[in-house]
């Protein structure tokens, strides 16, 4: 039973409207640089808008999910209400605040640095600002979240932490530290130029302590994905989960692997230790691990489920799936988009092979079919199984559903298949327009054009997403059975120490960020003419 | 406290030595291939040896060209102003302004009284300071040339200098009509010629430290100057930047280029 319904479905309503906006000027960038639209005569409001849609869609968006579906798990989970309602409405306010703040001044053309900031382009303080809030915003999250299984391990003392809590406050953590690097950039390097403090900066320590954030900010984004996989989905098709204990070792090994492998996204970047990019190299290879425990423990609860409902044979069990239940076909298509993604990652995190596809546009469509693929579905997944239990209300409309999330893995892999292959044909990124009568480009004029086709079906599917939603809050009143999240076959009596808490996971995660970054950033720290001049952008 | 309790960070926890020793393991290993193994296989001095390999492993900043010939020099001269968001700021920044008006007063046949003349000159009213701080430099130095402007520039202080560029910045720019539409040269430049578009740097997109903002300036000079660092007779642009977008453009985008510039004027 969730008691704070109007603090969930505040943050899942703002997520989603902003994801809406968001997602219109993605499908913008994607048809003015395409064939279908002449040059841009003017390159800036391109770079505008993809600073907006990466801050959206990158910063309050995921982080707005998390939260909400946080603050729903630590209600339903531990059968408590949530402790600190007050602070979880400041930072919703905050986040509010922040956005605003950010987004106003990049309309504006002041701040057209993406959301990545690129040092050395310097913006207008109000973005860096507005980032550093929404971020400020999110940590009272994470304390929250902390705070509230602390309270209940006190009156439960050796109960087993329910498992979904478990993994949520190890999102929160995940998130606490990972940001530390963003927040140590902005406050440290970029704002000081911007506010008129200095005028040189060090960019090269600068995109170090990004790649602290920018890679886990990535796995952050994925944990409610994740979190639903293991205990909602198994649940929703009527099967149990395989191993509550493989579960949690996961979610362990996701806080672990996902801070020291950030220096992959610096392969190119000349200020860095070749030993240290094999490093996390190797880091990164290791977040298969997690990954592959995921996909078999899902596979074998489906397969549960599957045989639980007769079905019998080698493969024969898969068509004894409930295959008209959204959230089987949520993570059937998750599951797809996360393969493929995945193998494309691997490409990405090896120190050789990244050289061929570096700063093109596969790795725009490796993110997209990451995160805008297998992680938003399960957005999605998680907006529809939790709304009925916010609302009071009877969602009525699968057959609508079941188009969206067609429509969605469709869109998905439409849009980023090309662009992927335009990548490897050397088509670089972050630009607002091609030549494509030139001959050594012509060629990737058709797939450019089926990308924005892909992403027309993905306006689409936004479009009726929000319809759903919008619709159920005037559908006929039901009172929804007890939520309940999935049971695995043996449910957990009693837990190592090392299940039961993260304090073993937190500390190996904070012992591996100084082992694979505390040398370079000293080094860079130390370096007397690593600092360069800064380069203001906005117009004048 | 019970002594039996069991605890987290123990040696006597299965968890937590299994943890700890395989990362502490894996992170072995993976330092041990990046930083001695793999620099080993590279044949090049700078790697021979474990402390050499180590060394060039975690980026230790060394001279790597310590041993190579020096770099060759330019067969004209080139600028020395390095060009830096803070590089007028300093000693004098009060009460400059009116010492290069007075200064001025050698500039004005040719530039105008305010900065703006029918001379074919540069209009300078408004123009940014570090732009026209460079480019008398340039003309100092040699980078630049110029019959005209070196004679008059010889005795001049850098804080002269300073000044001068200070009081032009200052002045009013003329007003300017509505700017029509940039012609793509422009606006988009050709990105497969390597020519950026010309308003990336010089205004009304965007503005980047040291270029000239180009609105109203005449358009013999404008052509002039494009015309001499397509030819290479101009080189005192850094990097070169100038002279390799020139050499790219085409007469009829030359021409565009300084019609927008001048409005047709």
Redesign the interface.
């Given at each position: 039973m969730i008691s704070n319904k109007r603090l969930v479905l505040a943050h899942f309503w703002l997520a989603f409207a902003v994801f809406g906006l968001a997602i219109l000027l993605g499908e913008w960038q994607m048809f003015i640089r395409s064939p279908l639209h002449g040059?841009?005569?003017?390159?800036?409001l391109y770079y505008r808008s993809v600073t907006a849609h990466g801050t959206v869609m990158g910063y309050v968006f995921p982080t707005l999910i998390a939260m909400g579906f946080g603050y729903a798990i630590t209600e339903l989970s531990l059968g408590q209400a949530l402790i600190g309602r007050r602070w979880a409405w400041a930072g919703y306010v905050m986040i509010i605040v922040g956005s605003v703040a950010a987004v106003v001044p990049v309309a504006l053309g002041l701040d057209s640095v993406l959301y990545t900031f690129y040092p050395p382009m310097i913006g207008n303080a109000f973005y860096y600002i507005g980032v550093v809030l929404v971020v400020l915003g999110s940590w009272i999250w994470v304390a929250l979240m902390g705070i509230n299984l602390q309270a209940w391990k006190r009156a439960h003392p050796g109960v087993a932490v329910p498992l979904p809590m478990f993994a949520n406050v190890a999102a929160a953590y995940l998130w606490g530290w990972t940001a530390v690097g963003a927040a140590l950039e902005l406050l440290f390097q970029i704002l000081p130029v911007a506010l008129g403090f200095s005028?040189?900066i060090n960019a090269g320590l600068a995109r170090v302590l990004f790649s602290w954030t920018l890679h886990a900010i990535v796995y952050f984004w994925l944990m409610p994905a994740y979190i639903a996989f293991y205990t909602i989905v198994p649940r929703a098709i009527g099967g149990r989960l395989y191993s509550d204990t493989m579960a949690r070792i996961s979610f362990a090994l996701f806080l672990?692997f996902s801070m020291p492998i950030g220096i992959h996204h610096l392969f190119a970047d000349p200020?860095?230790?070749?030993?240290?990019?094999?490093?996390h190299s190797?880091?990164t290879a290791?977040v298969t691990v997690p990954t592959l425990l995921t996909v078999f423990t899902i596979g074998a609860s489906v397969e549960i489920a599957a045989r639980l409902r007769g079905g019998k044979g080698v493969f024969g069990w898969l068509k004894a799936l409930p295959w008209d239940n959204p959230q089987m076909l949520a993570l059937a298509f998750s599951f797809v988009m996360l393969g493929f993604g995945g193998a494309g990652g691997l490409i990405n995190m090896s120190y050789q092979l990244d050289s061929t596809i570096h700063n093109t546009q596969w790795i725009t469509g490796h993110f997209h079919l990451i995160f805008g693929g297998a992680v938003v579905i399960m957005y999605f997944a998680i907006a529809y199984d939790l709304w009925p239990h916010l609302t009071g209300r009877a969602m009525r409309d699968l057959g609508m559903i079941r188009m969206q999330l067609w429509l969605w893995f469709v869109g998905m892999i439409v849009t980023t298949f090309p662009w992927h292959y335009v990548g490897i044909l050397g088509m670089p990124r972050r630009?607002a327009?091609?030549?494509y009568s030139?001959p050594?480009?012509s060629g990737e004029a058709i797939s450019v054009i089926m990308s924005t086709m892909g992403g027309a079906l993905l306006v689409v599917s936004a479009v009726l997403f929000l319809v759903i939603l919008y619709r159920n809050h005037s559908a006929s009143r039901v009172e929804p059975a007890p939520f309940t999240f999935s049971r695995a076959i043996h449910e957990p009596s009693s837990l190592?120490?090392?299940?039961n808490?993260l304090?073993?996971?937190v500390?190996?995660m904070i012992?591996?960020t100084i082992?694979?970054y505390a040398?370079?950033i000293v080094?860079l720290m130390g370096?007397p003419d690593a600092r360069v001049?800064?380069?203001?952008?906005?117009?004048? | 406290m019970n002594a039996d309790r069991p605890r987290l960070i123990s040696l006597r926890n299965p968890w937590f030595t299994a943890s700890a020793g395989a990362l502490s393991l894996l992170f072995v290993f993976s330092a041990w291939v990046g930083f001695v193994w793999l620099p080993s296989a590279q044949d090049d001095a700078l790697f021979k040896g474990l402390l050499n390999a180590i060394c060039s492993a975690a980026g230790a900043p060394r001279a790597w060209l310590g041993e190579a010939s020096p770099p060759v020099p330019p067969k004209a001269p080139v600028s020395s102003v390095v060009l830096t968001p803070g590089m007028l700021e300093g000693a004098s920044a009060g009460g400059s302004i009116g010492r290069g008006a007075t200064l001025a007063l050698r500039c004005t046949m040719c530039h105008g009284a305010r900065g703006v003349s029918a001379a074919n000159t540069p209009n300078l009213a408004g123009q940014y300071a570090p732009s026209i701080y460079k480019e008398l430099r340039d003309f100092q130095s040699g980078a630049r040339t110029s019959a005209i402007m070196v004679p008059m520039l010889a005795g001049l202080g850098d804080q002269d200098l300073r000044d001068l560029s200070a009081y032009y910045a200052a002045l009013p720019r003329d007003s300017a009509p509505e700017m029509y539409p940039a012609p793509d040269i422009v606006a988009t430049g050709s990105p497969m010629r390597n020519i950026a578009p010309c308003e990336s740097c010089h205004g009304a997109m965007a503005t980047k430290l040291g270029a000239p903002w180009l609105a109203l300036q005449p358009r013999e000079y404008l052509k002039s100057q494009l015309e001499a660092f397509a030819g290479g007779s101009r080189h005192n642009d850094i990097s070169a930047q100038m002279r390799n977008i020139a050499r790219n453009m085409t007469p009829d985008e030359i021409n565009a280029a300084a019609s927008y510039y001048t409005q047709n004027r």
């Open positions: 040059w841009l005569h003017n390159p800036d005028n040189t672990v200020q860095v230790g070749s030993g240290f990019k094999f490093i190797v880091f290791m630009m327009y091609y030549d030139a050594g480009t190592p120490l090392a299940l808490g304090g073993l996971w500390g190996l012992a591996l082992t694979n040398y370079p080094q370096l001049p800064a380069v203001f952008v906005g117009a004048k | -």
